[in-house]
């Protein structure tokens, strides 16, 4: 039994006389099998983003409130600063945010009607000093979100202002501009403390009014990742071809081999610009 795994092995990724000095895998039909199992299980894997099973399953995100907290002060504790604690008020405002942005399908600090983000803060009775917010679209893992805020002079200035005592996260995932979406929110503040709650007072009508939303938990749990799942397939494919050219350049280089056919490494460099390609296109965006 083993043997005949390592010969169908040998077949499929060494190349030798049984094969025509090519490894199966890298043959004409083999390569387009391949390739059109490939855009098959991309066309699954986006088609299931944008459909009820998407919104059954979930996106498969490891992005939790937590792990944003732990990273956001871990930031701050290496440039001498103290830690946030995370405010109820202040995440409750940062998932309504987002809800905003997907009910009015925008991308940016104000809304469409002209809602500041500021209005958050006050709708959910938080009065500050100092305030800001983060946004991120798009990302995998909490730690890539502080990253890609860390390397923006903005944004970093944000996580690292002294003044800061408390933070909010929210991570909402929702259509936006036409497109399944996961958007992070941080909000920073420093509390008012001359500020004194009235009880039993109607709330004052803003101008800006949003509509009602009920804030739900920031943290989810998900089951299975579809956007990480069908790049990864991708990836793997990537890398075994990638591996059967290196060894069949290889095997030539030192058996003195000459092929008429196309050169393995210019075929490596191709499947890595297209990696590379997969990276950039799967990147998230921040303001």
């Known amino acids: 039994m083993m043997r005949s795994i390592m010969k169908y092995l040998k077949h499929v990724f060494l190349p030798h006389q049984g094969n025509n000095y090519r490894a199966k895998v890298l043959h004409h039909d083999s390569l387009t099998y391949i390739m059109g ?10 088609t299931s983003a944008t459909t009820s099973f998407h919104k059954v399953l979930g996106a498969s995100l490891n992005i939790q409130t937590q792990a944003l907290l732990l990273d956001t002060n871990k930031e ?8 946030l604690t995370l405010n109820k008020q202040l995440s409750e405002a940062a998932a309504d945010k987002a809800h905003d942005m997907f009910a009015h399908d925008y991308w940016n600090h104000y809304s469409p009607t002209g809602t500041s983000p500021w209005y958050f803060f006050t709708k959910h009775d938080y009065h500050y000093l100092y305030a800001g917010e983060n946004l991120a679209k798009d990302f ?3 730690s890539k979100v502080v990253h890609a805020w860390m390397q923006s ?3 970093r200035e944000n996580i690292l202002r002294s003044e800061y005592t408390e933070i909010g996260f929210a991570v909402e995932e929702g259509i936006l501009q036409g497109k399944p979406t996961v958007l992070v929110v941080q909000l920073l503040a420093t509390p008012d403390p001359s500020y004194v709650p009235i009880k039993d007072t109607a709330p004052q009508q803003k101008s800006n009014a949003l509509n009602a939303y009920s804030a739900p938990s920031v943290q989810k749990t998900k089951l299975i990742n579809t956007a990480v799942w069908g790049r990864n397939a991708m990836l793997f494919v990537l890398a075994v071809l990638i591996s059967a050219l290196a060894i069949d350049m290889y095997i030539f280089e030192k058996q003195k081999m000459y092929r008429s056919t196309g050169k393995s490494v210019f075929h490596i460099i191709f499947l890595f610009v297209v990696i590379v390609g997969i990276f950039v296109i799967n990147t998230g ?3």
């Open 285 to 287: 965006a921040i303001i």
């Open 153 to 155: 002079p903005k944004h």
């Open 76 to 83: 701050r504790a290496q440039n001498g600063l103290g830690a």
């Open 140 to 142: 995998s893992d909490s």
């Open 37 to 46: 199992l490939l855009l098959i299980t991309v066309l699954i894997f986006r």
